[in-house]
């Protein structure tokens, strides 16, 4: 089968690579209808991030089941199904708090590899959920960003208690800072600031919820956002990019006893203690659980309540691959599918 493969910072091929056999009772086979490549895919493409050599890349798919173990009872042959960035069981004391994606049996499907035909799915139960129906293209679309940029976008705006009543601010305009923004309004946010500086970005964000633009960084944009909420600062904040400036600009845009939810992966953040101790705010994030959405968020796509799709301004073939890792490193693009 055809897959993706980095083989170092800005060297991505599509290569012939095994089709995956089933290893555990547990595991199921799908073959990927159509994957993505994911903002943190560039970290390792940026050469910022260390690569591991020649590694098989990929974490978000949607797909229909070819194989199951024999373990398998929830999922079957034929199914269409979509799963989380990270397998978990569902069963253990953390995925029963909801945490999934920090499951006592957790594998990171980064390290499966999902930009490829088929991929094999550990903890089949626990991980994938079946899609009911007959999706239609769009409907495809934003399976996909469920996957992974929906979910974390959402349990982002979670963490950060996004609701009635609650000012949230989103710092970073990827696709999961622009679905956080569409998680906020769905959650009843009564007004949602997206720190956006690309105009593109920017009508997105209006389009899904955002009532206030700030293009200003740092300082400067917290300094806008405590003017916007009559110097208190907002009550939710979503940190989406994971860099020192943009913790600080979360943490520093958040009035005292806000929360903040935290989901870019971290790169060089540290906390002074004596900074935090003063914000008077609380932290929640990490890894997003995205198995714990991933049955509301897929009722909500088949209705058409909401359309997450709309992040993927750019589709390629896999073969293409390559050039949709160029387009998002170059900021040609926001979220890149790769179809199959």
Avoid at 96 to 101: D, T
Avoid at 131 to 158: E, H, I, N, Y
Avoid at 226 to 246: C, I, N, P, R
Avoid at 323 to 339: F, I, N, P
Wanted: aromatic share 4%; net charge negative.
């Amino acid at each position: 089968m055809r897959a993706v493969i980095m083989h170092g910072p800005g060297d991505v091929r599509v290569e012939d690579v095994d089709k995956p056999t089933l290893v555990e009772a547990t595991d199921a086979i799908i073959r990927v209808t159509s994957t993505c490549v994911c903002g943190s895919d560039l970290w390792p493409y940026r050469g910022a991030q260390q690569s591991r050599g020649p590694a098989r890349m990929g974490h978000e798919y949607v797909g229909v089941v070819e194989q199951v173990g024999d373990a398998v009872r929830d999922v079957a042959i034929g199914d269409l199904v979509v799963g989380s960035f990270v397998a978990s069981d569902n069963t253990c004391e953390i995925c029963q708090a909801g945490f999934q994606s920090r499951c006592k049996h957790q594998v990171m499907m980064g390290s499966v590899g999902t930009q490829a035909e088929f991929a094999r799915i550990p903890l089949a139960d626990g991980t994938l959920v079946k899609v009911p129906g007959d999706p239609t293209p769009a409907q495809m679309r934003s399976l996909l960003a469920a996957s992974d940029v929906l979910g974390t976008g959402w349990f982002a705006a979670v963490a950060a208690e996004a609701g009635p009543g609650k000012t949230v601010a989103v710092v970073g305009d990827g696709a999961v800072g622009l679905l956080a923004i569409l998680a906020a309004q769905r959650l009843g946010a009564d007004r949602i600031i997206a720190m956006s500086r690309h105009a593109d970005r920017q009508a997105l964000a209006r389009r899904f919820g955002a009532t206030d633009i700030v293009e200003e960084r740092g300082s400067e944009g917290v300094a806008r956002v405590k003017e916007l909420t009559d110097g208190y600062g907002a009550h939710s904040t979503v940190e989406a990019v994971g860099t020192q400036e943009s913790m600080m600009q979360a943490i520093r845009s958040t009035r005292p006893g806000g929360h903040v939810g935290f989901v870019g992966v971290s790169h060089g953040v540290e906390l002074d203690g004596r900074d935090l101790f003063n914000a008077t705010v609380s932290l929640l994030g990490g890894p997003a659980p995205v198995r714990r959405f991933l049955p509301e968020l897929i009722d909500l796509i088949m209705a058409d309540e909401i359309d997450p799709g709309a992040v993927f301004d750019l589709e390629l073939p896999l073969e293409e691959a390559a050039e949709g890792y160029r387009a998002m490193d170059e900021r040609r693009a926001t979220k890149v599918l790769l179809s199959i």
